[in-house]
């Protein structure tokens, strides 16, 4: 099967436990394997991922992680099968007449941004399937595939429609409200940039010239927004960045900006333990997944921690998306089309029919004391 090949099974038929089968064959006929699935009412779901030894590993191992953790809690008839992300997208087709073959109810995944892209080259999947990230912007999305990820995006926009309500509601006098995006030149941060923007005018706001600087020198930034003043900061900045840019700008100024500015460290290191960095961003709003920042919530209590295995906050965060992902496909293999989901990173919004895209609203926080808290709970 060379790069087709599968990783591994995960088994919950009758009884719970774990099946590990390697090198089956890669002709396009069902296997013995999946003929015993078929016979024993086990619905197969393919999960593709990047490969294990690969650059991606640690991603591939959190997200792995999580949907065993979703399995072992709510995969009683469902096998899971884990398959090597093709490399184009001749090996993706292949891929799918595979699953056609192995008898497969649902596919999860790609993870990988490229790899989603892939799914293009089929007009129809024939195979409903959720992936694990989205396609960039301009890419051909096929028929049958639900769109679930992480997307700055998304967190930007839900920040800008907070942030316009928020501004409003407290100088409800000054119109229109101008807002100004500050960030460094990663593809993310720019992505999240154009995203709160776009919102902002869509709600009537003023936006002006947006700042990219991958600066570390207060002067600089001093320079850079001499004369500029807006009513909102999008910050698309590095946390120890944004701490230099409230001296700028002023310590009352509304910031605003995506789970990229939560450190982490306070969450990591226990209450009354955040560092200056962190109390340096009091005021400072954002949004983050539940499973980050409501850990007695119900549904982020039905699963396993991740901090032991994971300590990076990102793979935290996949780990949630590996268990969140597993939920989605649960629903979609009985056969519902419009559901929602108190997921644990957002509350899900699926509409088969509609959208294409899983909605997912994540907590507004901000930083107090130097620890990211819900709004909601102040």
Known sequence: MSRRRLLSTIGRVAVAGWVTTRGLSGVAQPSASSAARSSSGAAAIALILPAADGAFRTATAAVLAGVRAAHARDGYGVTIEVFVEPTNEEE????????????????????TRDAVNMLGAIDVLPI???TLN????????????????????????????FAF??????????????????????????RGAQAFMATWRSLGGLVMEPIATDTRALGELRALLRGKRADVYFVGLH????????????AEAALYGTSTLNTGSAQAQGPGLAGELERQLDGVRLVEMPWQVLPADPAVMSYPASLEAFPHIELQRLYALGIDAFRIARERLDGRQLFELDGVTGRLSVRVRTDERVVREMVVCQYLNGVVVPLEMQ
């Open 134 to 161: 989205f396609p960039e912007a301009g890419a051909r999305t096929p028929g049958n595939v639900l769109l679930f990820g992480l997307s700055a995006e998304s967190e930007a926009a839900q920040i800008a429609r």
């Open 239 to 250: 946390p120890d960045v944004l701490g230099m840019l409230r001296t700028v700008v002023g």
């Open 92 to 111: 993706m087709i292949a891929l799918y007449r595979e699953f056609v073959a192995r008898s497969t109810r649902l596919v999860i995944g790609p993870l």
């Open 128 to 130: 409903p399937t959720v």
């Open 165 to 190: 309500q928020e501004v409003s509601a407290r100088v409800p006098w000054r119109h229109p409200l101008a807002a100004l995006a500050v960030s460094n030149s990663s593809p993310l941060a720019q």
